[in-house]
């Protein structure tokens, strides 16, 4: 069974190979693996190709083969070995999963990775490596909540298979019961998990920067909000998403980073010679309309705090 | 003969003179029947005109003169609100009071004690620890926070601080500034990293960290300046001087009577302190240390 699954996967890749074989004549060839459809990877990549253009326009014919694998580890597992399998020039990943299953491969091809939460934490030890990250002061976010109710049990929305984001509930459990909370763990791996937002009902939920949890936000937020629990998130979405408040760092920084680092790659630089970068600032946003759904009123001197209110 | 003759001319001499005299205007010190004092604005107007207002009516009270209060819009203005709306004085913050003295020729009455029993404060310049930031060089290219521009703690210092350490363009310097409008916001921009340095006074910092020990364990501060005095009541100099006298007095020894305890207690002070002109010279030096850095900020 096992076997003719990998004779399976093998055919599929061959497959894919030979349908994009027209486009091989390109100069460059980027591959990019963006797991799910996550706006905030989104915001990046756009930033990325449009950096990426104005950098080669007019020198070098660039082509971008984009992935987008469901969040779990079989299919980043297999994005990688597509773009190993296409011979790519450079590999471009968001969030530290996709970034690890490539480096799982190890392959020859070098690697940018960004969207990836504390670089520095996520043991990434590869010469043909470089990449730039973020960092959220997690604890801002309990500082907010606490400014606007009485929160004795903070839920965390985490996944279980995405590394950054167990990283990130370790940390804000710890900030939790240093503030005196109790950290309830909401781990999602497949949708039957988010039953257990109807069954815990803690007085704030957090939700980390968890591909899987992103990709079912619409779900999780209807369950929250029947519930009235007010939510904290670093990943910015669309404002009808329902987060109250979202404290992030600006995709497009990252994006553009990311693009300089895989342009001076292409030009030959090694990966090893470019230093990876945390990105440590951020915008803080405020969802009145959210606010108003879950009777919360926002204090005057709260509310200039925030970057961006949505009314 | 000529006696009476004299003597009549005499008679009428001083009863021209004493007509005379009665005829002009005597410069006697006119009657105030209120006084309008300003307050600089704090990052919860409401708790600030509560707490004045406690005080304001002991002060009404005890002077038999009506002390009515009144917020000026925003720190920078003072000077600009302090004529517009003809303040007899206000309650300001150490920068404030320096150009009210200076400009206006203000005379610093008292200082408030607060709750633990200090009169002064201090600028803090920090950032959080994970930053990297550890000194000046450090700081180029990063973004900082000010206050205000009329704040010693949230601005004077800070600029002072670069200028002594080489840096006079802080729109060369540093990658973004901008004012945060208060001690309160700063720490917060910094806390959660809107931007990498921060400026604001130490006794809103403590409170803080008094509030939530975590913030200090987030933060380092990396440089302080002297202490100053923290508010001080300034009263315009042509104020009848047994008012004002009367006033300090009042305000001084209201921490000896039971109703002034409690009007202390509301206000949030353990007393008043005595407030000298000299108290400020240290920041009229900061002034002249930061003024090109200043110039080059305002372009």
Redesign the interface.
């Known amino acids: 069974m096992k076997a003719l699954r990998l004779l399976l996967r093998t055919l599929l890749t061959f497959l894919f190979v030979i349908s994009l074989a027209p486009e091989l004549h390109a100069e460059k060839r980027i591959g990019v693996i963006m797991t799910g459809d996550v706006p905030y990877y989104g915001a990046m990549q756009d930033a990325f190709v449009a950096e990426l253009n104005r950098r080669f326009a007019g020198v070098e014919k660039i082509e971008i083969i984009l992935q987008r694998p469901f969040p779990d580890s079989i299919s980043w597992s297999n994005a990688a070995r597509k773009l190993i399998a296409f011979d790519v020039d450079l590999i471009v990943t968001y969030g530290s999963p996709a970034t690890q299953a490539v480096i799982h491969e190890k392959s020859r091809i070098p690697l940018v990775y960004a969207g990836l939460y504390e670089p520095d934490q996520a043991g990434i030890v590869s010469k043909n490596v470089t990449g730039c990250g973020f ?3 997690l ?2 976010i309990i ?1 907010y909540f606490k400014r606007l109710k009485t929160v004795n049990t903070l839920g965390i929305v985490c996944s279980g298979i995405e590394e950054d984001s167990m990283r990130q509930y370790e940390t804000m459990k710890a ?1 939790a019961e ?2 005196n909370m109790k950290a309830v763990k909401i781990d999602i791996r497949s949708r039957a998990d988010l039953d257990k937002l109807k069954t815990k009902k803690p007085d704030a939920v957090f939700i980390t920067g968890s591909s899987l949890a992103h990709l079912w936000l619409e779900d999780i937020m209807s369950i929250l909000r029947k519930e009235k629990i007010p939510t904290g998130d670093i990943f910015p979405d669309f404002p009808e998403a329902g987060v109250l408040m979202t ?1 992030f ?1 600006p995709p497009h920084q990252q994006g553009e980073m990311a693009a300089e680092m895989a342009a001076q790659i292409l030009l030959g630089e090694k990966p090893a010679n470019i230093t990876a970068y945390t990105f ?5 946003v405020f969802n009145l309309v959210e606010a108003r759904h879950l009777d919360i009123s926002f204090p005057i ?1 709260l509310l ?2 925030a ?1 961006k209110v949505i009314e | 003969m000529n006696r009476p003759g004299r003597t009549l001319r005499l008679i009428l001499c001083l009863l021209i003179c004493l007509v005379t005299t009665a005829a002009m205007p005597v410069a006697a010190p006119a009657q105030t029947e209120e006084l309008l004092i300003g307050i600089e604005p704090e ?2 107007i409401f708790d600030q005109m509560e707490r004045y207002r406690y005080l304001a009516g002991y002060l009404s009270e005890q002077l038999g003169v009506e002390v009515k209060l009144t917020i000026m819009s925003r720190y920078g203005e003072v000077i600009k609100r302090f004529k517009s709306l003809r303040l007899d004085g206000a309650f300001l913050t150490s920068y404030t009071a320096t150009m009210g003295i200076n400009e206006l020729q203000l005379e610093p009455v008292v200082n408030p004690v607060n709750p633990n029993g200090e009169s002064t404060s201090q600028g803090y310049i920090f950032v ?1 620890k ?2 990297g930031i550890r000194d000046v060089k450090d700081m180029r290219g990063k ?1 900082i926070v000010f206050v205000d521009p009329a704040t010693m703690e949230g601005y004077l210092f800070p600029l002072a601080y670069l200028e002594r350490h080489g840096v006079t363009d802080i729109n060369e310097f540093f990658n973004r500034f901008y004012f945060s ?2 001690h ?2 700063a720490i ?2 910094v ?6 340095i921060g400026a604001a006074k130490n006794t809103v910092f403590n409170r803080l960290v008094a509030n ?1 020990p ?1 913030i200090a364990q ?1 933060l380092d501060i990396i440089a302080r300046s002297p202490k100053v005095p923290e508010i001080t009541l300034c009263i315009r100099n042509e104020i009848d001087r047994d008012l004002r006298e009367k006033l300090a007095e009042v305000l001084l020894h209201m921490d000896k009577t039971s109703e002034g305890r409690k009007v202390l207690e509301r206000f949030k002070a353990l007393g008043f302190v005595k407030s000298r002109k000299a108290d400020f010279i240290g920041i009229e030096e900061m002034e002249q240390e930061a003024r090109t850095a200043m110039g080059n900020t305002e372009k």
């Open positions: 960092k959220v002061p604890s801002s500082r900030v240093q503030q404290l760092q440590r600032d951020t915008e803080l001197h200039i705090e970057t | 990052h919860n959080r994970d930053s973004s409008g208060s309160v916001s917060f921009a806390l959660d990293g809107r931007a990498d939530d975590s987030e």
